[in-house]
């Protein structure tokens, strides 16, 4: 029997730390090779690791919110600790995940630099008592420990100081789904609330920057520090873009979001006007040119603000555009972008006019030199040929970075996707 240690692995994209978010397995637990160990998150997603070995865990090498380095040990593990009679049932390759109906079902674990993924036919051997363990009886009262398949979910109860299993949870068999988390929540503020009204006094409350928002917070703080940025703005006629849509989806019976035509008309912009889809090598005094345009797409999603990327979008129809977009927004409620779709990106789009407001002044996605937002669609007066008329109207806002280009690029750039808003159908041909 020997010792084995995990170490954390290359998570790509140069990173080289990562937070622990949720330990998958505990001291004594058996786990197989491929099996998913822990749940970590860097600068770019969360994500879980798979053990390359098979034993016996001996050490969990950091804890919950601990920041570990690259090739530092995650586990320990007794490789040879078990019997091959006593792990038969696990095999290799297989992940223990929930389908719609709560019911655990096996998957092919997660693909890292330097590991792969066997092909499975039986299913990952379960510690006693289950995954998720049965209720415990102490001194005449059962301790609750609910099924809790979403990491995001344990994450999200944790961070808020408590542990979700021991919630009544609302899905199928009695799963914690996070709308659980959030009553919870919800309900014990309103507790505190209640008591501090009735001691007639109020305290202030304070929120610990973890997790994925201290990334937010670092990634955003560094593209403020690091890049001198100009922003310029511009209304926009956008009456004609709005009848283009309908005239898509009366001729084709397909539908074409808004974000996804003024994506294509950007990806063209981008192929005018290249130094805005550049970054700077600080290091060699360079400025880079991108021969692929990377389209980012900042969106809200639960875990926070991130820019989910599709890669080489000079290169695709409309149509597979639009697929390649709405692909990304089916994954922006969760948040659980692989780390693959958040790398890269090259330039951003950001439609926070879905938000209700009209102008924003955006901080750029460093290491990108711009990024476009597009305000509300409403209805304002507009003059069409000496006239007044109701036009729906937009506002445009372009953020850049003053070191890769002057006013008259930016502005070559904004006025090039205002033209093609306002005249789609020959942009599009």
Same mark, same amino acid.
Request: glycine share 10%.
């Given at each position: 029997?020997?010792?084995?240690?995990?170490?954390?692995?290359?998570?790509?994209?140069?990173?080289?730390?990562?937070?622990?978010?949720?330990?998958?397995?505990?001291?004594?637990?058996? /786990?197989?090779?491929?099996?998913? #160990?822990?749940? /970590?998150?860097?600068?770019?997603?969360?994500?879980?690791?798979?053990?390359?070995?098979?034993?016996? #865990?001996?050490?969990?090498?950091?804890?919950?919110?601990?920041? #570990?380095?690259?090739?530092?040990?995650?586990?320990?593990?007794?490789?040879?600790?078990?019997?091959?009679?006593?792990?038969?049932?696990?095999?290799?390759?297989?992940?223990?995940?929930?389908?719609?109906?709560?019911?655990?079902?096996?998957?092919?674990?997660?693909?890292?630099?330097?590991?792969?993924?066997?092909?499975?036919?039986?299913?990952?051997?379960?510690?006693?008592?289950?995954?998720?363990?049965?209720?415990?009886?102490?001194?005449?009262?059962?301790?609750?420990?609910?099924?809790?398949?979403?990491?995001?979910?344990?994450?999200?109860?944790?961070?808020?100081?408590?542990?979700?299993?021991?919630?009544?949870?609302?899905?199928?068999?009695?799963?914690?789904?996070?709308?659980?988390?959030?009553?919870?929540?919800?309900?014990?503020?309103?507790?505190?609330?209640?008591?501090?009204?009735?001691?007639?006094?109020?305290?202030?409350?304070?929120?610990?920057?973890?997790?994925?928002?201290?990334?937010?917070?670092?990634?955003?703080?560094?593209?403020?520090?690091?890049?001198?940025?100009?922003?310029?703005?511009?209304?926009?006629?956008?009456?004609?873009? #709005?009848?283009?849509?309908?005239?898509?989806?009366?001729?084709?019976?397909?539908?074409?979001?808004?974000?996804?035509?003024?994506?294509?008309?950007?990806?063209?912009?981008?192929?005018?006007?290249?130094?805005?889809?550049?970054?700077?090598?600080?290091?060699?005094?360079?400025?880079?040119?991108?021969?692929?345009?990377?389209?980012?797409?900042?969106?809200?999603?639960?875990?926070?603000?991130?820019?989910?990327? /599709?890669?080489?979008?000079?290169?695709?129809?409309?149509?597979?555009?639009?697929?390649?977009?709405?692909?990304?927004?089916?994954?922006?409620?969760?948040?659980?972008?692989?780390?693959?779709?958040?790398?890269?990106?090259?330039?951003?789009?950001?439609?926070?006019?879905?938000?209700?407001?009209?102008?924003?002044?955006?901080?750029?996605?460093?290491?990108?030199?711009?990024?476009?937002?597009?305000?509300?669609?409403?209805?304002?007066?507009?003059?069409?040929?000496?006239?007044?008329?109701?036009?729906?109207?937009?506002?445009?806002?372009?953020?850049?970075?003053?070191? /890769?280009?002057?006013?008259?690029?930016?502005?070559?750039?904004?006025?090039?996707?205002?033209?093609?808003?306002?005249?789609?159908?020959?942009?599009?041909?």
């Amino acid at each position: 029997m020997t010792t084995e240690r995990f170490l954390l692995p290359d998570l790509g994209e140069g990173l080289t730390e990562a937070t622990i978010v949720t330990w998958l397995v505990q001291p004594g637990d058996t /786990v197989a090779i491929d099996q998913p #160990v822990v749940e /970590v998150e860097s600068a770019k997603s969360s994500v879980e690791l798979p053990s390359p070995f098979a034993g016996q #865990v001996e050490e969990l090498c950091a804890a919950v919110g601990d920041v #570990v380095r690259k090739d530092a040990p995650l586990i320990a593990v007794a490789v040879g600790a078990v019997a091959p009679a006593a792990s038969a049932d696990i095999v290799p390759g297989t992940a223990l995940r929930a389908d719609a109906g709560g019911r655990e079902r096996s998957a092919s674990g997660p693909v890292l630099v330097g590991y792969g993924v066997t092909e499975s036919t039986r299913r990952l051997g379960r510690p006693a008592g289950g995954r998720f363990g049965r209720g415990r009886r102490h001194s005449g009262e059962t301790t609750r420990h609910s099924p809790v398949v979403s990491p995001i979910v344990r994450k999200r109860a944790r961070d808020n100081g408590f542990d979700a299993s021991q919630l009544a949870g609302t899905g199928p068999g009695s799963l914690v789904l996070r709308e659980d988390v959030d009553a919870a929540i919800a309900a014990r503020d309103r507790a505190r609330r209640s008591e501090e009204e009735a001691a007639g006094q109020a305290s202030d409350l304070r929120i610990p920057i973890t997790g994925m928002r201290k990334l937010i917070a670092d990634h955003l703080t560094l593209s403020r520090r690091t890049i001198p940025e100009a922003t310029i703005w511009l209304d926009v006629d956008a009456t004609e873009l #709005v009848r283009a849509k309908e005239r898509l989806l009366a001729s084709t019976g397909e539908r074409y979001s808004l974000t996804a035509l003024i994506a294509r008309f950007v990806v063209s912009g981008l192929q005018k006007y290249p130094a805005l889809n550049s970054s700077v090598d600080d290091t060699a005094g360079e400025i880079v040119q991108h021969a692929a345009v990377n389209l980012g797409l900042a969106a809200q999603t639960s875990r926070g603000l991130m820019v989910p990327v /599709v890669h080489d979008a000079q290169a695709m129809s409309l149509r597979v555009l639009r697929d390649a977009i709405g692909d990304l927004v089916t994954h922006a409620e969760r948040g659980d972008y692989p780390p693959a779709a958040l790398a890269g990106g090259t330039f951003t789009l950001n439609n926070y006019g879905a938000f209700g407001v009209d102008g924003s002044t955006p901080i750029i996605n460093h290491p990108e030199a711009a990024m476009l937002g597009l305000g509300r669609v409403i209805d304002r007066p507009w003059v069409v040929a000496g006239e007044l008329a109701v036009r729906k109207v937009a506002t445009l806002s372009l953020v850049f970075d003053h070191r /890769v280009c002057d006013g008259d690029v930016a502005s070559g750039f904004l006025t090039y996707v205002a033209r093609c808003m306002q005249e789609p159908l020959v942009a599009l041909l």
